[in-house]
């Protein structure tokens, strides 16, 4: 399995290794050639002004939306999940704009920005997994095409909807494979199809 990780700014290194662990090709992309022949791509946490504007710069936000369009399996965490939101309450700007979601950009507020819950995801895994959170997003609202995967105190921290998966928090942080496993078991059926 060739899984990419969007590498224009943010948290990348994590995923790759998590990828290597769980025995996929990991592949950085930068370039927009690099989106050929993966079967997969995570759209790492950063910032998403930022990753949203490179995106723009290197020429890879037309073919990686349409890609996604087209069934390509995507992960947005944390930024990348503001990436992919269909509506963004508290940003004027959209970026690839492909799932039914509206999201909430640093939801949590500046005075707990950062924190750690458990919590078990039916879908996912069997145990309680950790989720670390960092200036996250919530999602405040779905269309009926999008699975609600997680909630915390009643917010909406993962969803799925077909090829999409996106999380507010960092599974890439922490030593829990599970949620890699999961989206490589996404990448695995879009492959057969
Ligand atoms: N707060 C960031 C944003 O709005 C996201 C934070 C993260 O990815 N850890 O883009």
Redesign the pocket.
Known sequence: MRIGVLALQ??VAEHINHLIKLNCEAVEVRKKEELEGLNGIIL??????T?GKLLRKTGIFDILRNKILEGLPVWG????M?LLAKDIENDNVKHLATMDITVR??AYGSQIDSFLAEESIEAVANEKIPLVF????FITSVDDKVEILAKIEEKVVAARQGNMLVTSF?PELTDNLEFHRYFIGICGKYAKL
Request: aromatic share 0%.
């Open positions: 943010g948290g790492p946490g950063g910032e998403s002004t990753i965490t944390c930024a990348g503001i950009r640093n960092i200036r996250a997003p960092h």
